[in-house]
């Protein structure tokens, strides 16, 4: 019996990871790379779960200028090279109109080359590198922040709660390297000094190494960068080293899925986020009632991303009336979307700005909005 279910668990996944064969005429089919597996696939799944719940709002509506909203999703894994699989062969075979992720930065950049091969454009709602918008790439808009734009938007806040010397324990990729470098400068700048800077590999389950040189500098802040696993053992393996400085940290810092992996341990840990259901707006009342319906658990950063990444695709399509690239494209440069987080702009890099970011801090009853910033036009 348990072999059975075993084969139908891998025919289900199967199933929801191949091209749609039976697309119709009337189907509009984008594809989508996320992580479903590998070392960040929790948070991936919550990414899926949010764009399915914006297709479904989106096709509940009337669809893109008349046709179903369909999302072929291919699993990258945050890996580059797989990433690249998955986004050759939804353009290739399966003919998507436009692409959406593919979460990991390392493998966004990765797939922003297979956008450019082809002509297609790419939007990403979580990848934060700072370079990706710098290529020169016109196929690719980022809905969402940079590391190097938090940085500035946070620092003056990070240095009034303290911040006099800061330490960074960040994951082994674009971002973490990304949230060090940009952070730091940002920092020093408000009269901080950064006292060091251990980087980790996500493999690495022991951190104890990183944070034993962490603790011998005795910070007041310790800046991290790392998703729900990670995040987890990052807090736990700080606490239990007796490191006492004030955690924050970019990612799932203050998500449901990392509270209950770390307990009480996340209390007045501080993220440094994109978004966080305690937004006091109507469309974000809507989509968290919405999403703890669906799911029954509210949405991570990583679903609300995906969750206006379809949104802000879809309008540009509908505005274009047409499946062409190009049209899609200046349909895209052209955005002026109200989502969950504000309003949503891309400057000609690619790179949206005018929308809202927030500090939280976990309390006994949620993470509460300590601070809020906007990003600008960095053009």
Request: hydrophobic share 40%; aromatic share 8%.
């Amino acid at each position: 019996m348990r072999a059975k279910s075993l084969v139908f668990g891998t025919l289900l996944v199967a199933t929801m990871l191949m091209p749609h064969a039976f697309a119709h005429a009337d189907d509009l089919l984008v594809g989508a790379v996320y992580p479903i597996t590998g070392p960040v696939a929790y948070d991936g799944q919550t990414e899926w779960n949010g764009a399915k719940l914006a297709v479904e709002e989106v096709n509940a509506k009337g669809g893109v200028f008349g046709k179903t909203l369909k999302l072929d999703v291919q699993d990258g894994a945050c890996n580059p090279a797989q990433s690249v699989s998955a986004a050759e062969k939804l353009i290739a075979q399966t003919k998507v109109a436009s692409l959406l992720g593919a979460f990991c930065s390392s493998s966004t950049g990765a797939v922003m080359e297979v956008a450019k091969k082809y002509g297609i454009p790419l939007v990403t709602g979580v990848s934060t590198a700072q370079d990706l918008t710098k290529q020169g790439n016109k196929w690719f808009f980022r809905a969402t922040d940079t590391s190097a734009l938090l940085g500035q938007a946070f620092a003056p806040a990070i240095a009034k709660l303290g911040a006099k010397r800061v330490a960074f324990l960040v994951v082994n990729d674009d971002w973490g390297r990304a949230v060090a470098s940009s952070y730091g400068e940002a920092l020093k700048k408000q009269g901080s000094e950064i006292v060091d800077t251990e980087i980790f590999s996500r493999d690495d389950t022991d951190l104890f190494p990183y944070i034993t040189k962490i603790k011998a500098q005795k910070p007041d802040v310790v800046i991290s960068a790392a998703n729900t696993q990670l995040a987890a053992n990052v807090t736990k393996q700080l606490r239990q080293l007796g490191v006492t400085a004030t955690l924050m940290g970019e990612g799932a810092f203050t998500s449901e899925s990392y509270l209950k992996l770390v307990g009480s341990l996340g209390k007045d840990v501080i993220g440094l986020a994109e978004y966080v259901p305690a937004i006091d707006n109507a469309a974000n009342k809507a989509f968290v009632k919405s999403y703890k319906e669906h799911y029954n658990e509210e949405p991570s950063k990583f679903s609300a991303a995906a969750y206006q990444a379809v949104h802000i695709l879809a309008d540009a399509i509908n505005r274009a009336r047409s499946t062409d690239p190009e049209e899609i494209r200046q349909a895209l440069l052209k955005t002026d979307y109200n989502g969950l987080t504000g309003n949503f702009k891309f400057a000609s890099n690619g790179q949206a700005y005018n929308f809202d970011v927030y500090m939280a801090k976990n309390t006994d009853s949620g993470p509460a909005i300590v601070g809020k910033g906007s990003i600008p036009n960095s053009e």
